[in-house]
């Protein structure tokens, strides 16, 4: 597509709950990031993706936060029983693959899907 | 640690007069950095990059950035803001333990407010 694509725009859901939050990226990005925002802070590193495996998920907070990317496009963020604590604008970006300097570096961010828990 | 401060909560400036937003970074090695500005309900927008070459460099709608290495800074300037300049800006730096990667640091971000 023309830009990155993120549903929902927003999910507000109960503590305890299970949620799933969709990125399309650019079409032909074969690096895809996921970034949590917190209000009035930047953007924190989750994990990303290089095609369809997770090439780093240091930044994933715990073990409730999951992330998959099957085809090496469209990726899902996958966050069991809900915490309050995770309520944030969650940020995909994709880019051209690694490892080429001139571009690699540059990211296309989504508008993000604001999760609120309850 | 690798870190990224923008000493500012917000700056404001009237419309016609020059702007700078401040950045300072902390990173081994050698630093790529970056400015994003994010508009309400749009996603972050890259505005320009400094790898490597000229100090000083320019980017999209007319803004710059002077990489300082001696003060480890790398401040956002534009001549003369216009009202629709008014936005959330980041900035960043690339995790140099992440190889040529989009793993970005980013800052706190600081509110640019130009008044007519």
């Known amino acids: 597509g023309a830009g990155v694509s993120q549903t929902p725009s927003n999910k507000v859901t109960e503590k305890g709950k299970y949620v799933e939050l969709r990125c399309d990226p650019i079409s032909g990005h074969t690096a895809l990031y996921w970034y949590r925002q917190s209000l009035g802070q930047g953007p924190e590193f989750l994990i990303y993706?290089?095609?369809?495996?997770?090439?780093?998920d240091s930044g994933l907070p715990n073990d409730r936060f999951f992330a998959v990317r099957p085809e090496g496009s469209v990726s899902t963020l996958k966050i069991q029983r809900t915490e309050r604590g995770d309520s944030a604008v969650y940020l995909c970006?994709?880019?051209?693959?690694?490892?080429?300097?001139?571009?690699?570096?540059?990211?296309?961010f989504g508008a993000g899907s604001r999760l609120t828990v309850l | 640690a690798q870190s990224v401060a923008q000493p500012e909560d917000q700056v404001n400036v009237a419309e016609g007069n020059p702007l700078t937003v401040k950045c300072t970074y902390s990173v081994s090695g050698n630093p790529y950095l970056f400015w994003y500005v994010q508009y309400p309900n749009r996603g972050l927008q890259f505005l320009l990059k400094?790898?490597?070459?000229?100090?000083l460099v320019k980017g999209s709608y007319g803004f710059e950035a002077e990489f300082n290495k001696s003060q480890t800074s790398f401040h956002l300037k534009k001549p003369s803001a216009l009202v629709s300049d008014s936005a959330l800006y980041f900035c960043?730096?690339?995790?140099?333990?992440?190889?040529?990667?989009?793993?970005?640091?980013f800052g706190q971000g600081t509110t640019l407010q130009v008044k007519p």
């Open positions: 970006a994709s880019s051209p693959r690694t490892g080429l300097l001139s571009g690699a570096n540059v990211l296309t």
């Open positions: 960043a730096v690339r995790d140099s333990g992440s190889g040529n990667t989009g793993k970005l640091i």
């Open positions: 400094y790898i490597t070459g000229d100090n």
């Open positions: 993706f290089q095609g369809t495996g997770a090439a780093d």
